[in-house]
């Protein structure tokens, strides 16, 4: 089974040189480092920045340079900076080549859901619906079940909707699956010392097996 | 060149009236009009409408207002982070509406360029879109979104000029660039008011057309969310 760092390292593994990169909050903020640094990647930050670096010094903290999470931040060299309206034209203009979001539930036409749940205090969808609605490819990071060991990778999402047919991929704490653009969750990989029975017992959504499941590397 | 500059965020502000729509710039609390939000706590007026990406924080941004009950809705694309904020949503005090980033930034913009309506697909099948019209466009289906238009826009940027023309800094931008199209009058406070010709006309983010009214602002906090810093030092 893997931990945060176990999913955003294997998310960083679906990584490709010269990709520009939008990164949710949480887990995925988190794939950042582990992103090979031989690799030429630009972090966008949808509150108006390509080129997000590192966490800064003590010193160099900056109130005005800041990414979506909130979070004090720096630049990379060759950064550029500019306005909201600049920033979801290039989400929504499919400039953005890879979107890694956290969801609630995903079901297995793609359809996510991961901005509200009913009855309890509503925060908002941010840039959420945007970046889903727009993205190239989209990649999720997710627990596979809840606390209770319901399933999170359904047939139809039970919560509100954040957008229609759009996880192109799933990486969970038990596995690597492709949502399939004819529908169904095919499994690619198994986290380690996690079975195939495993996967099966907590997919609610059509769950597709093809040949051997091999278990995933991380380095 | 029209010389726009008033002393300070009370002169600035003192014609907005109770009821009035506000467009207020900044993420978070990063890049927002200290000085003017400060004016309105101390006026007092009420019933109003804020157009802003987040609702600020429960003792510092437009969370001041809140507060004070000032505000009577909100329009927003998130709004976490402040307790009194969910306490009078709860109990049905203060009215909200929630909107896709993007699509907010964009009515903003097509409310400052003259554009009534446009189509986006984001929010297609889900709340967002309930009650809207919907069209496909070359096999995908989009949203109808409606232009925002302001009374009142409150800006901040980093440098201005007495004419009105403004630069940003880091991700303080943000908002503040549309909102500063979108109000019927919009209030620019500064960090630092130069005179006529000393900013590059090449680096100019919003020409003065858009501001009516410019001042230097004064002891701005700048307060930091989510301290982070990097533990390169620490090793």
Same mark, same amino acid.
């Given at each position: 089974?893997?931990?945060? @760092?176990? @999913?955003?390292?294997?998310?960083? %593994? ?12 949480? @887990?995925?903020? #988190?794939?950042?480092?582990? @992103? ?7 972090? %966008? ?25 909130? %979070? ?63 993205? %190239? ?16 990778? #359904? ?24 949502? #399939? ?39 | ?59 510092? =941004? ?97 440098? =201005?000029?007495?004419? =009105? ?71």
């Amino acid at each position: 089974m893997l931990d945060k @760092i176990g @999913i955003a390292k294997r998310i960083a %593994q679906e990584v490709r040189n010269g990709m520009y990169i939008n990164l949710g909050i949480g @887990i995925p903020t #988190l794939v950042a480092n582990y @992103i090979p640094t031989s690799m030429n990647v630009v972090l %966008q930050s949808e509150n108006g920045l390509l080129g997000i670096g590192p966490f800064p010094t003590e010193g160099k903290v900056d109130p005005d340079l800041i990414n979506a999470g909130k %979070q004090t931040i720096t630049m990379m060299p060759g950064s550029a900076l500019f306005s909201s309206a600049d920033s979801f034209g290039m989400i929504r203009g499919g400039k953005v080549n890879l979107t890694i979001l956290g969801a609630m539930e995903v079901s297995e036409n793609g359809d996510i859901a991961n901005w509200k749940v009913p009855g309890k205090m509503v925060k908002g969808m941010g840039g959420a619906m945007d970046l889903v609605a727009s993205a %190239q490819n989209i990649i999720v990071a997710m627990q596979h079940c809840s606390k209770d060991g319901a399933s999170k990778l #359904l047939k139809k999402c039970s919560l509100p909707i954040t957008g229609l047919n759009c996880v192109k991929k799933i990486v969970s704490d038990l596995a690597v699956l492709d949502v #399939l653009p004819t529908g169904g969750f095919k499994l690619v990989e198994r986290a380690p010392g996690i079975s195939v029975e495993q996967i099966k017992n907590a997919t609610e959504g059509k769950l597709i097996i093809e040949g051997e499941i091999l278990e995933m590397k991380l380095a | 060149m029209i010389d726009k500059q008033v002393a300070n965020a009370q002169e600035a502000t003192k014609d907005i009236p109770n009821g009035a729509t506000l467009m207020i710039g900044g993420f978070g609390l990063c890049g927002i009009p200290e000085n003017c939000i400060a004016a309105i706590l101390q006026k007092g007026i009420t019933g109003l409408t804020c157009i802003s990406n987040n609702a600020g924080v429960d003792d510092f =941004g437009i969370g001041l207002l809140l507060k004070t009950k000032q505000v009577k809705k909100m329009i927003s694309s998130y709004v976490g982070e402040n307790a009194e904020f969910e306490r009078q949503l709860l109990s049905g005090e203060l009215e909200v509406e929630l909107i896709p980033q993007g699509t907010l930034a964009e009515r903003v913009r097509a409310g400052g360029a003259g554009i009534p309506a446009f189509f986006t697909p984001a929010g297609v099948g889900t709340e967002v879109a309930e009650g809207k019209e919907t069209r496909v466009f070359d096999g995908k289906t989009y949203l109808m979104e409606r232009w925002l238009r302001a009374d009142f826009s409150l800006v901040k940027a980093w440098k =201005g000029d007495t004419s =009105g023309n403004l630069i940003y800094k880091g991700t303080a931008r943000n908002f503040n660039p549309m909102m500063a199209t979108a109000g019927t009058i919009t209030i620019a406070e500064v960090e630092e008011l130069v005179e006529v010709g000393e900013l590059d006309p090449n680096q100019i983010h919003t020409p003065g057309i858009f501001v009516h009214r410019i001042f230097q602002g004064v002891n701005y906090e700048k307060r930091i969310e989510q301290r982070t810093i990097s533990n390169s030092v620490i090793r």
